[in-house]
């Protein structure tokens, strides 16, 4: 029996590996941390520090930028300087003058009111006329001060006590007209009332208030003179680079001018100098005005204010009689002020005069108060002998008064203010005039200088294309 051939054996397997779970894929690696901008920039900036190129580009950005930054600095300090001269000759001082007129036209007032109660019945009409005229304008000029509303609360207050004080002064000076002329005696102890009111209330007040404008004017005086240290600190630096960089130019090329940067330098150098120049000239013009005019105002002012109340206690002399020698005092001592010794008002008005029409004047003035004095001694004499009606007529009187003598001293000293105002207004003009179009310059030139900048180095770097 025939058996099929057996299968051949099967080949022997490899043993069975013990399964290995698969690894997990590795993290990525962090990337490195990116740079700041700050770091970035400067390394570029390195880089192209490197390359004829990159220089080019850079002293070209540096100098177009020193350029406009002197304009901007040119452009603000001299807008600042030429509004500071423009508030000076259309604000601060115009306050000043109305607040020290605020001041006189009040002494004047009340020295007037004195002046019309000693001639009672007998009253010039001219001296009524005047008395209403100055009033009048003392309340104008106060209400003038109230409409300016960016004033300091001192300010402020100084005229709520003047609005609110003058109506109150009038009706007193009103009452004692009235009994006056009914012939009752309670008329010279309203208008005591009155005088009392006007110098320790109403005239003091004035005074704050014309102290207070000045100090405005004197700071809007000094930043209108203040020298723009910025924009000139500006301008050198920029014609310093300016001149560096058509140096370089020169020994990198040979080439003696580059028009671009000429013209760059050119607009620099015109825009320097008339900076420079605009501002000397401001500053001596306004110099001018404060020391030539500014302080003989403010020492006419103390002159004629002097005055005014030394009148006024005369007349007050007169009205209280018996209780005169407060009134008498006073007199004394502000006719002292006017015009005794070195020191006196009108002593360093003719001192400030710097012309013939400004002492011609002041000169006026001392020789009406000499004989204003030398009346005065005469009708005191007569007043202490009880010789009543001759003092009167020595005071009030048409002839061979002291009030022809205080008129010639009111007319001198309203003269000499008007000159220094005219001096002072000119001068204003002058320093205010040379910065009128420098800012407007400043800006054009240094744009016109920038691209002038740019154009030069331009120029040069197509050469590298």
């Known amino acids: 029996m025939t058996h099929p051939p057996s299968a051949p054996p099967a080949p022997p397997q490899p043993p069975a590996r013990a399964s290995v779970p698969l690894a997990a894929p590795a993290p990525p690696l962090p990337e490195p941390p990116r740079r700041a901008a700050r770091a970035e920039a400067a390394a570029r900036l390195r880089a192209a520090a490197r390359t004829e190129p990159g220089r080019l580009r850079i002293i070209g950005s540096v100098v177009a930028g020193l350029l406009l930054l002197f304009g901007v600095l040119a452009f603000y300090e001299a807008g600042a300087r030429a509004g500071a001269a423009d508030t000076v000759r259309d604000r601060s001082q115009p306050l000043s003058a109305d607040a020290a007129e605020i001041y006189r036209s009040l002494a004047d007032a009340n020295t007037t009111a004195a002046v019309?109660?000693?001639a009672g019945a007998d009253e010039?009409?001219?001296?009524?006329e005047r008395y209403e005229r100055r009033i009048d304008n003392a309340a104008r000029l106060v209400a003038?001060?109230?409409?300016?509303?960016?004033?300091?609360?001192?300010?402020?207050?100084?005229?709520?006590?003047l609005s609110e004080g003058l109506p109150e002064y009038t009706g007193l000076v009103e009452t004692a007209r009235a009994n006056d002329r009914q012939g009752l005696p309670l008329g010279g102890?309203?208008?005591?009332?009155?005088?009392?009111?006007?110098?320790?209330?109403?005239?003091?007040?004035?005074?704050d208030l014309y102290a207070e404008e000045t100090e405005r004017f004197r700071r809007d005086l000094a930043e209108a003179r203040d020298w723009p240290w910025l924009a000139t600190a500006a301008g050198v630096a920029a014609l310093v680079v300016l001149g560096w960089a058509q140096r370089r130019h020169f020994l990198r090329t040979n080439r003696v001018f580059s028009p671009g940067l000429v013209a760059a330098t050119a607009a620099a150098a015109v825009l320097f100098g008339w900076l420079a120049g605009a501002h000397t000239i401001a500053r001596g013009a306004l110099a001018d005005a404060d020391r030539d005019a500014a302080r003989s105002l403010s020492v006419l002012n103390d002159a004629w204010i002097a005055a005014l109340q030394a009148r006024g206690d005369e007349s007050m002399t007169l009205v209280m009689r018996g209780a005169a020698s407060t009134f008498h005092d006073s007199y004394e001592r502000h006719m002292g002020r006017l015009a005794e010794g070195e020191d006196s008002a009108l002593t360093a008005a003719l001192d400030l005069a710097d012309d013939a029409a400004g002492r011609a004047p002041?000169?006026?003035?001392?020789?009406?108060?000499?004989?204003?004095?030398?009346?005065?001694?005469?009708?005191?004499?007569?007043?202490?002998?009880?010789?009543?009606e001759a003092a009167l007529a020595g005071v009030i009187g048409p002839r061979g008064s002291t009030a022809l003598s205080f008129d010639r001293v009111d007319a001198a000293l309203h003269e000499a203010v008007e000159h220094e105002q005219r001096q002072f207004t000119r001068a204003a003009d002058e320093g205010h005039g040379a910065l009128g179009g420098l800012p407007a310059g400043a800006l054009a030139l240094a744009l016109l200088g920038g691209l002038g900048a740019l154009a030069g180095v331009g120029r040069r770097l197509s050469e590298y294309r």
């Not at 003038?144 to 006590?161: C, K, L, N, Q």
């Not at 208008?191 to 005074?207: G, V």
């Open 116 to 118: 019309g109660f000693l």
């Open 124 to 128: 010039d009409p001219a001296v009524r």
């Open 144 to 161: 003038s001060a109230a409409a300016h509303g960016s004033r300091s609360p001192d300010a402020t207050e100084y005229v709520r006590v």
């Open 189 to 207: 102890a309203y208008l005591r009332h009155a005088d009392q009111l006007m110098q320790e209330t109403l005239l003091r007040a004035a005074s």
């Open 362 to 388: 002041v000169e006026a003035a001392a020789d009406a108060v000499a004989e204003w004095s030398e009346r005065h001694a005469e009708a005191r004499e007569h007043e202490v002998a009880g010789r009543y």
